[in-house]
């Protein structure tokens, strides 16, 4: 099993448990095992036995059904796509509920927790029932290819496709053009409001049949630990960053202001949303020209360094793939470069979407990406070749426990080893000429949090809204002005123009209409920090954590291999220990990383009034 980020399947799930791709999710069994009266211990081991063998064998199945969809999206590829995903659906929610006469049986920590992950791993559950689990299978397949399929012809009469909007929305500082864009994109997800409306119906049939009071607590509950407890865990999180972020929202905010003027960016409210150089204001790292310190350029700009070194595609991913072969890992096997998708294909729909998968649960790992020579794409390859070492890394593992110590971990390792693309790390590899000093390093501090600290309330409102959805205190009728609110809340973002229930936005997100838990991201840039402060203190490399790069550092490759090879064979809390020394998530790491920015924003913003 693997975990990727691929995608979904009709059903599926077990995610991140089983094999598919990184950002996935995972498949379903029927399973003919007989009702007994009285099992014994043995009967569970054998029956956990059976099962991993099923799922290993049909998550094969599943994966390439699904890489050959995602490639090449056709109304055949969907229904065959589907046909796959019910497959799965259907047994591993059957074994799922098989499972359940063991509940009250003494059994090892390992086949207890391989009996737990069986159902936990699911992240679609389709209902016990033949009608509704095809039903399920054609909705998940139908919504990934809607959102594939999405393009938008602007008023100039260019069709557009996602990245090629995602490059115009990172440049361009015309606010016409930007809205155009903004709303242009979200014509894709009003026709998908009711089939996901009716996904949530049905999944939550699904999730109540394993014993859930909901899908949302279901997701909730596979952190080894209870789900209220895992939601709090969220908020302290949440808690720790959110001054970091009210400093960076107010200076973004000035300065927007400053460059569209105050009536379209007024300074006592939320920014409008199509203003940040991303499609979604996930990132802000675009506009850095826009709010970056004048006294503190870092003097290059790594999206010109690579054309000026002639990066390509390939050797964007060649230069990655050696980040981690310093650190010890193994190189990519040949299959990698032959069978993955680097490039966006001229003459077929594929999801552009970036993921990492495992089509064997072995060694036939690939990534999938339209990749663009730029800089922000160059951290996203690392992104997902930490997927495909991570998947690598725990192939030993039985298949229950091929996975990530939690969905974070795996959304974590590749952003970790970014943050080692440092300007020391960058001119070792030639990509620039002179490390800037010390006095830059508040333009680059800058520059990564636009992108980190900017992501975090995004992280954790995508489910937010999600878990609201599945336990019903969002209704239908409400979908998209509760999900404005969230936006609001945690962001301080808004809609720049009006919005209706009749537009559905959260289906403009890839993960929305993708079915891929959220929360993991927002995990993610918490750990990032935790897991790249550690390392540099293993790598002995002593000076700023904004400086430190764990490149060729064996010291530091080998704590990240033994966290990687116990997959998810232990609650994330040991992995966690092995890793960093800690049993708890903690943010205060990434404070320690941007504690010379807030300084200086809390300089710039002395006179300023914050909040929204
Ligand atoms: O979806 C992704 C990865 C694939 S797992 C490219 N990410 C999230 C997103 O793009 O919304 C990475 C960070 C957040
Ligand atoms: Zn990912």
């Not at 995608?7 to 995972?26: D, N, R, S």
């Not at 050696?322 to 966006?344: E, H, V, Y």
């Not at 959304?411 to 970790?416: K, R």
């Not at 209409?513 to 750990?527: M, Q």
Request: with cysteine.
């Amino acid at each position: 099993m693997t975990v990727s980020t691929r995608k979904t399947p009709a059903v599926l799930a077990v995610a991140i448990m089983l094999g598919l791709a990184a950002c996935g999710e995972a498949p379903s069994t029927e399973s003919n095992t007989p009702v007994q009266s009285t099992v014994t211990r043995a009967d569970a081991e054998q029956f956990v036995k059976d099962a991993e063998a099923q799922i290993a064998e049909l998550s094969v199945k599943v994966a390439r059904a699904e890489w050959i969809y995602q490639n090449f999206i056709t109304e055949d590829t969907a229904a065959l796509s589907a046909d796959a995903g019910e497959e799965f659906s259907a047994i591993t929610v059957a074994l799922a509920h098989d499972a359940a006469k063991f509940d009250d049986l003494e059994l090892s920590d390992e086949v207890r927790r391989k009996l737990d992950k069986l159902k936990l791993a699911i992240v679609l559950p389709a209902p016990l029932d033949t009608a509704k689990n095809a039903e399920l299978a054609k909705i998940v397949a139908d919504l990934g290819g809607m959102y594939g399929k999405g393009k938008y012809t602007t008023n100039s009469g260019q069709v557009l496709s996602l990245p090629e909007m995602g490059q115009i929305m990172a440049k361009s500082r015309d606010e016409a053009e930007l809205l155009e864009l903004w709303k242009g994109w979200r014509e894709v997800s009003p026709p998908m409001k009711s089939l996901y409306q009716r996904q949530v119906e049905l999944t939550n049939e699904g999730a109540q049949g394993l014993g859930f009071k909901d899908l949302g607590q279901m997701w909730r509950s596979n952190y080894d630990m209870e789900p209220d407890a895992f939601a709090l865990e969220l908020d302290r999180l949440w808690g720790q960053v959110k001054p970091l972020y009210d400093s960076l929202h107010c200076h973004v905010r000035a300065k927007l202001g400053e460059q569209y003027g105050e009536n379209v960016v007024p300074q006592n409210g939320a920014i409008p949303a199509h203003l940040t150089g991303n499609m979604w204001a996930q990132t802000w790292g675009n506009i850095y020209d826009i709010v970056g310190p004048e006294s503190a350029d870092p003097g290059y700009d790594l999206t010109e360094q690579l054309a000026v070194h002639n990066y390509d595609e390939i050797s964007m991913v060649k230069a990655a793939e050696g980040f981690f072969t310093s650190l010890g890992f193994a190189q990519l096997p040949d299959t990698f470069w032959q069978r993955s998708l680097f490039t966006q294909p001229a003459d077929r729909d594929v999801v552009c979407h970036a993921s990492a998968w495992d089509l064997d649960n072995k060694e036939d790992i690939r990534i999938k990406m339209c990749i663009q020579r730029t800089g922000e794409e160059f951290a996203v390859i690392h992104h997902e070749l930490g997927h495909n070492i991570y998947q690598r890394a725990y192939m030993d593992q039985p298949p229950m426990f091929q996975g990530s110590a939690n969905d974070g971990f795996h959304e974590a390792i590749g952003d970790t080893i970014a943050l080692s693309v440092t300007p020391k790390y960058l001119k070792k590899m030639g990509i620039i000429d002179t490390i800037p000093d010390e006095s830059a390093d508040i333009g680059l501090l800058m520059k990564m949090a636009l992108d980190k600290v900017a992501f975090i309330p995004f992280g954790l409102l995508v489910d937010q809204w999600r878990w609201q959805v599945f336990s019903g205190q969002i209704k239908p009728e409400e979908y998209n002005q509760a999900w404005w609110e969230l936006r609001e809340k945690y962001q301080g973002v808004k809609a720049p123009v009006a919005r209706t229930e009749a537009n559905f936005d959260p289906g403009a997100k890839y993960h929305v209409p993708g079915n891929t838990p959220y929360t993991r991201y927002f995990l993610a840039h918490i750990l990032q920090f935790q897991f790249h402060r550690a390392l540099c203190e293993k790598a002995g490399d002593m000076g700023s954590i904004h400086r430190c790069s764990i490149y060729g550092s064996d010291e530091a490759g080998k704590v990240m291999a033994e966290g990687l090879e116990m997959g998810a064979s232990r609650p994330w809390q040991e992995t966690l220990e092995v890793m960093t020394g800690s049993r708890e998530m903690d943010a205060t790491a990434i404070l320690d990383y941007f504690a010379p920015l807030q300084e200086w924003l809390d300089e710039q913003n002395e006179d300023r009034q914050c909040g929204w």
